[in-house]
């Protein structure tokens, strides 16, 4: 059960130039979570994430990670921290010009220094639990989209993350691959992972979310269980979102 919490965030603010996008912002994700972020388009989610793992500087507010303020680290603390956080994009992200075993290695030899033999061992169980352990010697574009994106899932695992933050991981795919994307994030779940998923995928967010987040104009207007906000949602405009998508 969760029971700490690993990312805290105290009115969150994020402004690029006059645009507000993101405006005291409050949350809590604790240690065993699985929380959904889902909101319109342009609401400020994907910042949300980027801000989470400070791959942007909030412009006012906190956040915590582990208890510890970040506004504190060194850039050497920054670099941990985001290591410590996997991510996974819409877009994949592979390296085309590595193989699938090359592109899971990579930053556990770099950043671990973990031996060759080490690493590929680590990489093949990966492969492993997201059933792609025979396309460990193929390049990614010979993969399907749904392929690449397990792939690039096993790489986050790769640097055993704390947390992994999921922005839209499964909307360039093709329908039919959505599931089994959504089946390997359900494991992840089901085994304990902290995770922060943005997602349309209003049945993933029913069925394994812990906490839903709706966001809308850079606002966090509401945070409630998964059947509460998908039966009954409190705020306005989570009602229309909801009537709209489901
Ligand atoms: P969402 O993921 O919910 O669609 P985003 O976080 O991508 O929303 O974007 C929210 C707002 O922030 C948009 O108005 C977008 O134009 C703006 N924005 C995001 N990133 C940047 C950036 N690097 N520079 C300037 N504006 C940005
Ligand atoms: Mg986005």
């Excluded at 992840?188 to 992972?193: D, K, Q, T, V």
Aim: aromatic share 6%.
């Amino acid at each position: 059960m969760p029971d700490k919490p690993l990312i805290k965030v105290d009115k969150l603010e994020k402004k690029f130039g006059d645009n507000e996008v993101l405006k005291e912002i409050d949350g809590t994700v604790m240690a065993g979570q699985v929380i959904c972020v889902i909101g319109p388009s342009g609401s400020g989610k994907s910042t949300f994430l980027r801000c989470l793992n400070l791959l942007e500087h909030p412009t006012g507010g906190k956040v915590y990670f582990e208890g510890k303020d970040t506004e504190t680290f060194t850039e050497s603390e920054l670099t941990t921290l985001r290591e410590r956080m996997g991510m996974v994009f819409q877009s994949f992200n592979l390296f085309p010009n590595l193989t699938v075993l090359e592109n899971l290695k990579l930053a556990p030899m770099r950043v671990k220094k973990m031996s060759d033999q080490e690493a590929a061992d680590k990489a093949m169980s990966l492969l492993k639990r997201v059933g792609l352990e025979e396309k460990a010697d193929v390049y990614p574009a010979s993969l399907s989209g749904g392929q690449q994106q397990r792939v690039a899932i096993a790489r986050a695992l790769a640097m055993d993350p704390e947390v992994l933050l999921f922005d839209e991981p499964t909307s360039a795919l093709d329908p039919e691959m959505v599931g089994e994307v959504l089946a390997v994030m359900k494991g992840l779940a089901e085994s304990g992972m902290t995770m922060v998923v943005v997602t349309h995928e209003m049945g993933f967010a029913r069925e394994v979310a812990d906490e839903v987040w709706f966001m809308a104009d850079g606002y966090i207007l509401e945070k409630n269980k998964p059947d509460d906000m998908f039966n009954h949602p409190q705020n306005e405009r989570a009602k229309d979102f909801i009537s709209k998508i489901i």
